[in-house]
C-alpha cells in the first residue's frame, strides 16, 4: 500500500510541476495580459491542486491533509482575486490586449 501511494504521489506532483511549468511557459510567450492571467491563474490552480491532491497520502494526520487542503483553497481564492483586479484595471484604462 505504502509503494502505491508513493507511486501516486509521484505521479500527481509530477503532473502538478509540468503544469506550473505550462503556466510559466504562457506568461513569457502569451501576447497580451489578459492570455497571460489565464495561462497563469489556470495552470498554477490546477498544477497545485494536483501536488496537493499528490501530497495527501503522505500526510501524517488528518489535520495535516486539512492543512493542505487550506492552503490550496487560500491560493485558489487569492489568485482568483487578483486576476479579477487586474483585468478589472485594464478594462477600466481600456487598454488594448
Known amino acids: 500500500m ?3 501511494a508513493n507511486a501516486f504521489t509521484l505521479i500527481a506532483v509530477g ?3 509540468l503544469l ?3 503556466g ?3 506568461l ?3 501576447p497580451d495580459t489578459l492570455s497571460r ?5 489556470k495552470a498554477d490552480n490546477l498544477g497545485l491542486g494536483l501536488i496537493v491532491l499528490g501530497l495527501l497520502p503522505q500526510a501524517a494526520s488528518f489535520t ?3 492543512k493542505l487542503v487550506c492552503v490550496w483553497l487560500l491560493a485558489q481564492i487569492s489568485a482568483a ?3 479579477q483586479l487586474i483585468a478589472g484595471v485594464l478594462y477600466r484604462r481600456k487598454l488594448r490586449p
Not at 492571467?37 to 491563474?41: D, F, I, N, T, V
Request: hydrophobic share 50%.
Open 20 to 22: 506550473f511549468l505550462a
Open 37 to 41: 492571467l489565464h495561462a497563469l491563474s
Open 24 to 26: 510559466t511557459l504562457g
Open 15 to 17: 503532473c502538478g510541476a
Open 81 to 83: 482575486t487578483a486576476s
Open 64 to 66: 495535516g491533509g486539512l
Open 28 to 30: 513569457l510567450r502569451f
Open 2 to 4: 505504502t509503494s502505491l
